[in-house]
C-alpha cells in the first residue's frame, strides 16, 4: 500500500461506494483536515469502500488469508471534534460496522505513548538511579530558590515608637 496526500485541504468529502453502499450521502470534513489516499494498492485483493471527493480511495478492504484487513488513510475521520458535525457519526458508523464481531486486532503503533518511547525524560525516569537524581536535583533546586528568596529580602527598617511630647513637657516644668 502507498499513499498520498493533499495539504492544507480547507474540506474534504467523503463517501462510500459501491453496489450497495454502507451509508447515504456525502461526508463533510473540514479544519485542517488533510486529505490522504492510497494511491497504489493489490486490486485483486483489496475492495474500495470509500473514497474522498476526487475519487481517491481513502478506506480499503484487504483480502489476507481467512480474514480480512480494513484500512482507513483519514484517521481524524474517528475523532471526536469530526464525530459531532454534521451526519459524520454515519460515516463512522459505516465504516466500524464493516468490522465483524470476531475479536479485533488494533494498531496502536502510532498513538502519543509510542512517541514518547524515544524522550530523554522517559529513559531517565524508567532508570531507579537517575530517577533518584533527577528528584534530588529538583528537590534541590526548589530549596536553592527558597533560601535564595530569603536572604536577598530587602532590609525591614527599625521603626522608633513615636515620642511622646507631653510627658517631656511635664518632666521640664
Avoid at 494511491?39 to 478492504?61: F, H, I, K
Avoid at 537524581?133 to 529538583?138: C, D, E, V
Wanted: with cysteine; net charge positive.
Amino acid at each position: 500500500l502507498d499513499m498520498d496526500v493533499e495539504l492544507g485541504a480547507e474540506e474534504v468529502d467523503l463517501r462510500f461506494m459501491g453496489r450497495s453502499p454502507i451509508a447515504q450521502g456525502t461526508f463533510t470534513y473540514d479544519r485542517h483536515f488533510d486529505d490522504r489516499y492510497f494511491t497504489r494498492y493489490d486490486t485483486s485483493r483489496t475492495r474500495v469502500l470509500a473514497v474522498d471527493g476526487a475519487s481517491r480511495p481513502v478506506l480499503l478492504q484487504l483480502r489476507w488469508g481467512e480474514g480480512r484487513i480494513v484500512v482507513c488513510s483519514v484517521p481524524l475521520a474517528f475523532t471526536n471534534h469530526h464525530l459531532l458535525k454534521g451526519g459524520n457519526a454515519r460515516f463512522m458508523a459505516g465504516a466500524l460496522s464493516l468490522l465483524s464481531p470476531l475479536p479485533v486486532l488494533w494498531d496502536e503503533h502510532y498513538k502519543l505513548g509510542r512517541q514518547g518511547d524515544s524522550s530523554p525524560m522517559r529513559y531517565i525516569l524508567s532508570q531507579p538511579p537517575l530517577r533518584w537524581a533527577w528528584y534530588l536535583t529538583l528537590v534541590l533546586v526548589v530549596v536553592f530558590l527558597v533560601v535564595r528568596a530569603r536572604r536577598e529580602q530587602r532590609a525591614i527598617p527599625i521603626v522608633l515608637p513615636p515620642r511622646n511630647a507631653s510627658r517631656d513637657q511635664v518632666h521640664t516644668v
